[in-house]
T-cell receptor
Framework: AQKVTQAQTEISVVEKEDVTLDCVYE???????LFWYKQPPSGELVFLIR??????QNEISGRYSWNFQKSTSSFNFTITASQVVDSAVYFC???????????FGTGTRLLVSP | EAQVTQNPRYLITVTGKKLTVTCSQN?????MSWYRQDPGLGLRQIYY???????DKGDVPEGYKVSRKEKRNFPLILESPSPNQTSLYFC??????????????FGQGTRLTVV
């Protein structure tokens, strides 16, 4: 069975601090996909990144970076120099090959205060 | 513009009154799904469809129905809504070929309250 664990329910930081959101996953598939989505207070889901299981290269996009480690089944997300606009709920998700279903973690609420 | 459109965005209804939440995508995607989001539980899949006339249950299908008569549309039907179906609902679509660098596209969400 597939499972995604986001152990951090809520994180509060002050603007300009760096913050890392943890994601641990479980799957028996050898081919799978990992995602991060952002859900701002307005409620929509905003796609941030997709990572394939056969590509362990870390990725950086502006202030965002992702650390994928198959050895520890983790796909952590770091925001550098956080801003108030980063305040949102962040979801990590896992999909098997075939894309029929996304299994989501329970989300981490990030609050960035000025 | 590529998008998934859900309607309505907000709905308050009474227990037992049948309702339909519509979902339409303009990307010619084969896969479509419905998820519900509840506090502390994340998003859970209700039903999914791999193509026209092909649907299957997700993790929490009880109390819901779906149909896929056209590729672009995937309505969610609550025949007799109950208060425990109060939730935030998302429709999603994705192409069949998961090997390309793509994502699941989500609708804007439908916030349903059953009183």
């Amino acid at each position: 069975a597939q499972k995604v664990t986001q152990a951090q329910t809520e994180i509060s930081v002050v603007e300009k601090e760096d913050v890392t959101l943890d994601c641990v996953y479980e799957t028996r598939d050898t081919t799978y996909y990992l995602f991060w989505y952002k859900q701002p207070p307005s409620g929509e889901l905003v796609f941030l990144i997709r990572r394939n299981s056969f590509d362990e290269q870390n990725e950086i996009s502006g202030r965002y970076s992702w650390n994928f480690q198959k050895s520890t089944s983790s796909f952590n997300f770091t925001i550098t120099a956080s801003q108030v606009v980063d305040s949102a709920v962040y979801f990590c998700a896992l999909s098997e090959a075939g894309f029929q279903k996304l299994v989501f973690g329970t989300g981490t609420r990030l609050l960035v205060s000025p | 513009e590529a998008q998934v459109t859900q309607n309505p965005r907000y709905l308050i209804t009474v227990t037992g009154k049948k309702l339909t939440v519509t979902c339409s995508q303009n990307m010619n995607h084969e896969y479509m799904s419905w998820y519900r989001q509840d506090p502390g539980l994340g998003l859970r899949q209700i039903y999914y469809s791999m193509n026209v006339e092909v649907t299957d249950k997700g993790d929490v299908p009880e109390g819901y129905k779906v149909s896929r008569k056209e590729k672009r549309n995937f309505p969610l039907i609550l025949e007799s809504p109950s208060p425990n179906q109060t939730s935030l609902y998302f429709c999603a679509s994705s192409p069949r070929d998961g090997s390309v660098n793509t994502e699941a596209f989500f609708g804007q969400g439908t916030r349903l309250t059953v009183v």
